[in-house]
């Protein structure tokens, strides 16, 4: 098998539920049908090609990233009160885009590249400057990155976080060089000390500006040649000894840096680094020697070529290898994957932010806590290297402790359950109608459950302690093709749905429903 | 070398010539007396806890303890960060030291003998990555990428043999470790898993928790499905037979009234506080504070991170006192690596190589250990290490819980880490009162008598013997101020008398004939 060879022919249903699961947070019975008989390339141009959205607003509809800071507040303390409710703010909407099932594969990449290029809304502490960041994420989600790295070391929300703004030529600061080279780039053993602080002066002399400015909303980064280091900056074997020459004028930060990260790139390891990375996000945590060889190597070789991410993603989320049933259920479901997931399958319907605000508000904040609390806040990475799993090989785990499972299944309770909380409904008589072929066999109808929800087969003791305990509790099964035929008697909607309800809570809470 | 004329030379520099597992005669068998018993010297290894508080982005270390012998140089290498000599706060019996004015609760401690300060601490070869320092530190390997266990993992696997097949059982019901966290720490991971249950709160937990699984997973499971399904599965069977444990501890055990307010440490510790007052076995707790990166503007956040440190660490310690529980617990802080001695021009200071480190709670023999750091030999402007954080990981396992030397070895991957007297006493011929004791007679036969000033209250008596051993003897007050020793049963020749009250600590030579 060649690994890295397109998969051309049209994608079996259980194939298109993988592809949403891992490329988007989830799949639906609606997406399932819809998609019927494509491709991989078909699914990933279409699902690839979603229009910006509409900037976050406050609770009464209106945008603040375009406004002073804390404006139209005047008191200092009101403004910073304001712009913390901004930016969580920002984090729901974010949280409410996700939901969208049509723009889960956008956001996921986003969640990919904010993941990698880290900033923490909390140090940021300037919503302005937070949704300038997002959007230079956005555009460069599936650009060039090369372009993606000068952008992001010239935005002015990571000139903030990584003291990129504090670095001048008599005070250098090495923060923001190491973690380039680090955590953006190249990787651990790649680079010296000295790489460190001679990339720390080539990146001398940007600013942020107009950081928590209340009299202007334009806010950006600037160029200052006069704290800019314009002595020779030369970097250690692993780079060739490269000399950067220093480059007086406004021009010379802009040279340099580009100077630099040519001189990164050129590391053959540079491009393996960004593979195996989205390659921990949308594979697996483990990568074999086999994996290196047969997939990562071939894909950085062509990579290298020009750093276009979009025929780079493209070729790994439509290979072979991204289908090869050894990889189903290879990956434990984030915190993320998991809550917009179990929203996404059992359809619930998208609020309107502008019809349903308060609604909306309600859901996307009750989503930020209970995300919160499972250690994956959007923007609130505990470090600059991001969440541990897709940074490190081998610890998709850490998302399992008795507390995380406590409030996974909390939440699926609750969403199935239709206690309200979340201000949507599930219906789940009218999901399991709209996708089971033949409800009235209740092995059918929780095989097909099953298949619907889960990555990964089921034993037969599983589907036989499915229909006999959660689902018929006692009855025998040959009563239950009566009891589903009964069903449009309004009398025994409700039945049914007290069998469904306990049966979807219970296996939303099994062991396999944590995989993808 | 002869001991003796070691002995003489060090009493002259006041050196460490040699130390004593000071943890009381309990540890030693079953002959110490029940006098000594009573004085609530240590409680059985099985009952002793760890604390782990991980200062998590890098603390500055030359800014928390500050040397008071090198004000000079200190001043001059980080102007625009220097904490102003009439600020530091002193130690007892410490004059080249002193603590960043946010460390009150650990001034009381020091000055209480509850804390002690392991001086200069790091590794060879440093790592200047956050991610790759922390893995050092949580996995006890200065080369981590190959060891996918953490320490505290390794120790509590081979302590409690078979995990997780078993557990909970009559012997161990409670979790082994728990991390107030919805993820536990790498410094957790067993070989197999970890050996943590990460707890965000106690009363919620058994309810949230539901049923362990019905009916066996799929045979035919691909690889690494079967290893995630299997994960997961355990993860719910332990958590369901651990929930009700937890449940009875978290209503039994009361929280103490007097922790600050909005300290997201003390949140922590006060969890812990409360399962160890209602009675789990648990052995490690982990908690986190965060925030420590302090590249720019440090003295304001540095100050309320020291704070919160310092405040939360003294309410906990003084919450378990009042509960009669603090012989029961030790803590240790922390942090993947200390930063620059020079300061950046941003008024913060870059990623850097040692810092101290903080041990406290009960047992405590030794409080400072090492030097400050040597400001006029640093390495790059890097502070050198003195003590390898390994070694401190190795005291807390041989004298803290009584771990035998080849499993330390073991769990730290087979390095040889001496270790450091923070549980063991310190014998030097410089101790300042010690005239003020008398001991008669002497050279002494079949008993001897110790006479203390009075006002002072008894709290610990010891016969130690030249190499080190405590000698466990029977022991009988006679007056507010005054004891007999029953030397009868013990070897005859020379021992140093050690005697612990409330406001001092003495020692005196005896020659038993």
């Known amino acids: ?39 991989a390339a078909e699914l990933f141009d279409t699902l690839s090609k979603v229009p910006a959205p509409p900037p976050p607003t406050d609770s009464d509809g209106k945008t603040f990233h375009d406004l002073g800071w804390g404006a139209p507040e005047t008191d200092q303390q009101k403004r910073n009160q304001l712009d913390n409710q901004r930016r ?7 949280l409410g885009l996700m939901l969208d099932p049509q723009r889960g594969f956008a956001e996921k990449l986003t969640l990919f590249w904010q993941n990698h290029f880290v900033t923490e809304s909390d140090t940021i502490q300037d919503v302005r400057f937070q949704h300038r960041y997002l959007e230079t994420i956005r555009r460069n989600a599936l650009g060039n990155f090369r372009t993606f790295v000068i952008d992001i070391t010239q935005d002015p929300a990571m000139l903030r976080y990584l003291n990129g703004t504090e670095n001048t030529k008599d005070k250098p600061n090495e923060n ?25 002066r080539v990146l001398t002399g940007w600013k942020a500006i107009n950081y928590r400015n209340a009299m202007t909303e334009v806010i950006s980064s600037r160029f200052l040649a006069g704290q800019h280091d314009q002595d020779k900056k030369i970097f250690s074997e692993n780079f060739q000894n490269k000399t ?10 802009d040279l340099e840096l580009g100077e630099m990260v040519d001189m990164i790139f050129a590391h053959p390891e540079s491009a393996r680094f960004i593979v195996r990375k989205l390659y921990r996000w949308y594979f697996t945590g483990e990568i074999s020697d086999e994996v290196e060889k047969n997939f990562i190597e071939p894909l950085a070789v062509g990579f290298r070529k020009d750093r276009e991410l979009n025929p780079l993603i493209r070729q790994m989320l439509t290979s072979d290898h991204f289908f090869d049933p050894a990889l189903r259920g290879g990956q434990i479901r984030s915190p993320l994957d998991f809550v917009m997931g179990s929203f996404v399958a059992l359809e619930n319907p998208v609020l309107s932010r502008e019809k349903e605000r308060e609604k909306y508000d309600n859901l996307t904040n009750n989503l930020l806590y209970r995300t919160k609390l499972m250690e994956m806040e959007v923007m609130e990475q505990p470090t600059v290297f991001g969440w541990r799993p897709y940074y490190d090989t081998g610890y998709y785990k850490i998302w399992i402790s008795g507390t995380t499972l406590g409030l996974r299944g909390s939440l699926t309770d609750t969403l199935v359950s239709g206690a309200n909380r979340f201000g949507v409904e ?91 | 070398m002869k001991r003796r004329s070691f002995l003489r030379t060090s009493s002259l520099t006041a050196l460490l010539p040699w130390t004593l597992n000071g943890l009381g005669a309990r540890a030693f068998g079953q002959e110490a007396s029940s006098f000594l018993s009573a004085l609530g010297t240590t409680v059985d290894a099985n009952d002793r806890v760890l604390v782990v508080i991980q200062l998590n982005g890098g603390n500055d270390g030359l800014n928390t303890v500050i040397p008071l012998d090198q004000m000079g140089t200190y001043q001059k290498i980080r102007a ?6 009439a600020k530091v706060l002193k130690l007892r019996y410490r004059e080249q030291a002193g603590l960043h004015p946010s460390l009150k609760g650990f001034q009381d401690l020091y000055n209480d003998g509850r804390l002690s300060i392991v001086e200069n601490v790091g590794y060879e070869n440093p790592s200047f990555s956050h991610f790759q320092a922390n893995d050092i530190w949580f996995k006890g390997d200065g080369t981590p990428n190959d060891t996918t266990s953490g320490w505290l993992g390794r120790y509590l696997e081979e302590r409690f043999a078979g995990y997780p097949n078993g557990y909970p059982n009559d012997q161990m019901p409670d979790p082994l470790a728990i991390q107030i966290s919805a993820v536990a720490s790498t410094a957790l991971l067993g070989p197999k898993q970890s050996v943590a249950l990460a707890i965000q709160d106690v009363d919620t937990f058994a309810r949230l928790i539901g049923e362990k699984p019905a009916a066996p997973p799929s045979p035919n499971l691909n690889a690494l499905a079967n290893d995630y399904v299997d994960f997961v599965r355990s993860q719910q069977t332990l ?53 420590f990166d302090t590249h720019a503007n440090q003295l304001i956040l540095h100050n309320n991170l020291l704070t919160q440190l310092a405040e939360a660490t003294k309410a906990f310690l003084d919450d378990l006192k009042a509960n009669k529980l603090d012989d029961r617990v030790v803590g240790m802080t922390f942090s993947e690596f200390g930063r620059r001695a020079y300061s950046n021009g941003s008024a913060g200071t870059d990623h850097g190589w040692a810092s101290p480190q903080f041990v406290f709670g009960h047992g405590i023999k030794t409080q400072f250990i090492g030097n400050s750091p040597d400001l006029s030999n640093l390495v790059k402007n890097n502070i050198a290490i003195e003590h390898d954080f390994r070694q401190v990981y190795a005291s807390l396992l041989r004298d803290w819980f009584e771990v035998d030397e080849a499993t330390v070895r073991a769990v730290l991957l087979g390095g040889d880490y001496e270790v450091v007297p923070i549980f063991r006493e310190t014998i030097t011929a410089v101790e300042p009162t010690s005239e003020m004791v008398v001991v008669y007679p002497n050279p002494a036969t079949t008993e001897a008598r110790l006479v203390w000033p009075t006002g002072e209250e008894l709290k610990q008596v010891e016969l130690v013997d030249l190499s080190g ?38 020692s005196r030579k005896l020659l038993v004939q």
């Not at chain 1, 969580?88 to 974010?94: H, M, Y």
């Not at chain 2, 625009?80 to 000599?85: D, F, L, T, V």
């Not at chain 2, 005054?482 to 406001?503: A, F, G, H, N, S």
């Open chain 1, 88 to 94: 969580l703010q920002v984090k729901k909407w974010w």
């Open chain 2, 239 to 291: 958590s369901v037979a651990y929930a009700d444990q937890l449940k009875a501890a978290a209503s039994k055990g009361t929280t103490g009234a007097s922790y600050p307010a909005g300290n997201r440490l003390a949140d922590q510790l006060k969890v812990v506080s409360r399962l160890i007052k209602g009675g789990l076995r648990t052995k490690v707790y982990y908690v986190t504070l965060g925030g």
């Open chain 2, 469 to 506: 051993r405590i000698q466990p003897v029977p022991v009988q007050l006679l007056e507010k101020n005054e004891v007999v020793l029953d030397l009868r049963r013990i070897q005859r020749t020379q021992y140093v008398v050690r005697l612990q009250t409330t406001r001092s600590v003495y």
């Open chain 1, 1 to 39: 098998m060649a690994w890295t060879a397109t998969r051309t022919q049209p994608l079996a249903p259980a194939d298109i539920a993988h592809f949403l699961r891992r490329t988007a947070f989830g799949a639906s019975p609606a997406q399932l049908k819809a998609y019927k008989g494509r491709t």
């Open chain 1, 426 to 516: 599930v219906d789940t008589l009218e999901w399991v109608a709209s996708f089971v072929s033949e409800p009235g066999d209740p092995l059918v109808l929780v095989r097909e459950v099953w298949g619907m929800l889960m990555a990964v087969e089921p034993s037969q003791a599983q589907l036989d302690n499915l229909v006999d305990d959660a689902l018929l509790d006692g009855i025998p099964r040959y009563e239950w093709k009566e009891i589903w035929d009964k069903y449009k008697d309004k009398g025994l909607e409700d039945d049914l749905r007290n069998r469904l309800n306990p049966l979807i809570t219970y296996m939303l809470r099994l062991a396999e429903y944590q995989l993808a």
């Open chain 2, 80 to 85: 625009n960060i220097a904490i102003e000599e």
């Open chain 1, 176 to 200: 923001y060089g190491r973690e380039l080279m680090e955590l953006f780039t190249l990787g651990r053993g790649f680079y010296t000390e000295s790489d460190v602080k001679e990339a720390a």
């Open chain 1, 244 to 253: 950067i020459e220093g480059r007086p004028g406004d021009k010379g930060g």
